[in-house]
């Protein structure tokens, strides 16, 4: 990528702005008391500015920095990894494939990783599972290659449903197995199919808020994993619990995030 540098910024160096597009430039860029400005090719602007200077910077593949900086995420029985990472998943665990997207939920995120950990210590066998938050798919999904017979995610965002869709698709979860929709629970419009399992990574307020539908979403006896929660605020989902007749609450902390399971 060839840039041509001039001290100044675009109000100190206005004249020499129109003699740069002129000589060709794709595009002016003003970056710490220095204008870029981007060629295709030389042009005799040394003949015309004194002080400026041509650099041939390497191109830079911001995405695949990024993708370098991804790693596989262990999680109990469960390895979360990029498509391209699919091979590094260690023979016995079970890949589950993220694509990295508009979505939340990589597996990257401490909640992320301690709900799907919390899924993975439960028998799922059978299992009907509600994801409440559903973002990229991942809890839904994870349920789903762990051996719940049906795993339901709903998020507000209907941007996140095709996208976890197509999630489930690459991990070959036929559609029978995981359905997505957007919605919630304590709208109003929720059927009464009550569920074998509920996991929901929200924040603490929403918990406090969907506690009453949490039970009301759980067959009597049923696991709850909550997290997204702060550390500062156990206290208010505790409250929420203790609120709604939930047993059996333990706690798990991860730096400041927190997961909660308890029994219905
Ligand atoms: N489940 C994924 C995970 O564990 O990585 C994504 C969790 S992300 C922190 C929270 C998701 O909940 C977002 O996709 C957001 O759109 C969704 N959300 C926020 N409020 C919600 C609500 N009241 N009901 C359902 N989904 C909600």
Redesign the pocket.
Known sequence: MLVYHLPGTFETREAHLDLLWEAGATGLEERAGLIRAYFDARTDLDAEIADGEWRDEAEQDWQAQFKATLKPVRAGRVTIVPPWLRDEVEAGQTALIIEPGM?????H?A??RM??EALSALDLTGRRVL??????????IAAALLGADHAT?????PL?IPIAIENAEINGVPPGRVAFAE?????GDESDETFDVL?????AE?HD??AGEYAAALRPGSPLIL??ILTGKLDLVRAALDREGFGGVTVREDGEWVLVTATS
Request: no cysteine; net charge negative.
């Open positions: 979505a939340f939920g990589t597996g995120h909640t992320t709900a799907v994801d409440v938050g559903t973002g990229s798919g991942v809890l839904a995610g709903l998020d507000i965002d996140t919605g919630s629970l304590g709208l996991v929901a990574n929200l924040y929403l808020l969907l997290t997204g």
